[in-house]
């Protein structure tokens, strides 16, 4: 089993930045793509980027395509998203998964517990 633990979250202003990180624990050697999900309220879960377990390839939202950067460190087993140019809109929980990938949800099997990240305006 893995554990996963997000943290880096907060209150920013839009146009500023934040790098959330995801720490793994557990059987962190498995081959796992990585991924970042998150949901607003009212709203469905939604893919935010994702990442091969190699780190060779990456996949992002349109939404956040430019502004976001997925990577990961397997010696440290930790996977971060430096997110900058924020918008009011991406506003939400975001979760941290670990599983097969890599746009669905339900591709993976291991979930974080979420850190709010609020853009004000």
């Known amino acids: 089993q893995v554990q996963l633990v997000e943290s880096g979250g907060g209150l920013v202003q839009a146009g500023g930045s934040l790098r959330l990180s995801c720490a793994a624990s557990?059987?962190?050697?498995?081959?796992?793509?990585m991924g970042w999900f998150r949901q607003a309220p009212g709203k469905e879960r939604e893919f935010v980027a994702a990442?091969?377990?190699?780190?060779?390839?990456?996949f992002y939202a349109e939404s956040v395509k430019g502004r976001f950067t997925i990577s990961r460190d397997n010696a440290k087993n930790a996977v971060y998203l430096q997110m900058n140019s924020l918008k009011p809109e991406d506003t939400a929980v975001y979760y941290c998964?670990?599983?097969?990938?890599?746009?669905?949800?339900?591709?993976?099997?291991?979930w974080g517990q979420g850190t709010q990240v609020t853009v004000s305006s």
């Open positions: 998964a670990a599983g097969r990938g890599y746009r669905d949800y339900r591709s993976y099997d291991y």
């Open positions: 557990g059987r962190t050697y498995s081959n796992y793509a």
């Open positions: 990442i091969s377990w190699s780190g060779g390839s990456t």
